[in-house]
C-alpha cells in the first residue's frame, strides 16, 4: 500500500494543489466553487485536479450538469501524504528557524 | 504487518545547529517562529502557535482575531531529548477532547556532537482519530470531503484489526 506514497506526497508539494485538496477536505465542491474560493482561474483549477484526480486523490462524479470533487474515499494514503508533507514542511522549518537562532545566540531561549 | 499497526506511523527528522539543550528549547518555546503559519484550523488567520511547557500543557493556534484554537495537549516532557504531544483534530476539522481519540505526535532529540541535534518525529495513531462518535456524527451529517477519507481509513484500521 506504500507504492505510491511518494508520489501522493508530490502531489501536495504544490501550494495550490494543497489548497484545493484542503478545500475539498472541508467540502465536496465543483470547479466553479473552488475557483471562487482561490486566487485562480478555473483552467487552472482544472488543471490541478486532473492532476490530483491522476494520482488517485480526488474522484469525481456527475451531479446534474456539474461534476463534483470529492477527496477518494477509497484513498486511505492521502491522509498520510497529507500529513507527511505537513511534518516535512514543518521540520524544514524548524531546521532553517533554528540555524538563523545559532547564527544569533542572543536570541535563542 | 501486525494486528497493532492499523494506519502506518508517518517519520519526518531534521538536523539542527543547536546543542540539544537549545535544539528542545527552541522547539518548545518558540514553535510561534516556526510552525508553517499555513497550517491551522482556526477562521482567521493564525498569529501565533503555542506549546506550553510540561506535563498537560495545551498545544494551540491564536489567530488575529484573537481566537483560540486547541491542537491538543503535552503528554510527556522530558527535556531535552523527548517530547509526546496529541493532535486532536477530528474529522471536522474541530478539537475532540476524549484522549481515546487522539493521534500522538513524539519529537526525540539526540545530540550528534556538542553543537548539532538529531530531531525526529513519528506521528502515530492516525487510526484513533477516525473512531470516534463525532467523527461518525460528522459522516452522517455532512457526508463526503474529509470525512469520507477518515471513514475510509477506519474500515481500513477495523478490517486489519480482526
Known amino acids: 500500500m506504500n507504492a505510491g506514497e511518494g508520489g501522493e506526497i508530490g502531489l501536495l508539494g504544490d ?31 482544472s488543471q490541478h485536479l486532473q492532476v490530483l484526480k491522476d494520482g488517485g486523490l480526488v474522484v469525481a462524479t456527475a451531479v446534474g ?8 474515499p477509497d484513498g486511505v494514503d492521502a491522509l498520510r501524504g497529507y500529513f507527511q508533507r505537513i511534518w516535512d514542511d514543518a521540520l524544514t522549518s524548524f531546521q532553517k528557524a533554528s540555524d538563523q537562532a545559532a547564527i544569533s545566540p542572543e536570541e535563542t531561549p | ?14 538536523m539542527v545547529e543547536l546543542p540539544v539543550d537549545q535544539a528542545f528549547a527552541f522547539f518548545t518555546d518558540s514553535i510561534g517562529r516556526w510552525w508553517p503559519a499555513e497550517y491551522h484550523i482556526g477562521p482567521s488567520d493564525m498569529v501565533d502557535t503555542i506549546l506550553e511547557s510540561g506535563p498537560a500543557g495545551r498545544w494551540y493556534e491564536r489567530g488575529a482575531d484573537g481566537s483560540e484554537c486547541e491542537w491538543g495537549k503535552v503528554l510527556v516532557w522530558e527535556p531535552p531529548h ?21 493521534s500522538e505526535i513524539e519529537v526525540r532529540f539526540s545530540p550528534d556532537g556538542p553543537h548539532q541535534t538529531l530531531v525526529e518525529l513519528e506521528h502515530r495513531h492516525l487510526d484513533r482519530l477516525v473512531g470516534g462518535q463525532a467523527v461518525h456524527d460528522t459522516i452522517a451529517e455532512a457526508g463526503g470531503g474529509w470525512s469520507s477519507v477518515l471513514n475510509a481509513l477506519a474500515r481500513v484500521a477495523a478490517a486489519k484489526s480482526r
Open chain 1, 65 to 72: 450538469t456539474k461534476r463534483i470533487y470529492r477527496l477518494n
Open chain 2, 82 to 102: 523527548q517530547l509526546v504531544v496529541t493532535w486532536q483534530i477530528n474529522g471536522n476539522w474541530q478539537y475532540d477532547d476524549d484522549p481515546n481519540r487522539a
Open chain 1, 15 to 45: 501550494p495550490t494543489r494543497r489548497a484545493i485538496f484542503e478545500h475539498l477536505a472541508r467540502r465536496p465542491s465543483s470547479v466553479g466553487e473552488l475557483a471562487d474560493r482561490l486566487p485562480i482561474t478555473r483552467q487552472a483549477v
Open chain 2, 1 to 14: 504487518m501486525t494486528n497493532t499497526a492499523t494506519v502506518p506511523s508517518l517519520h519526518g527528522e531534521a
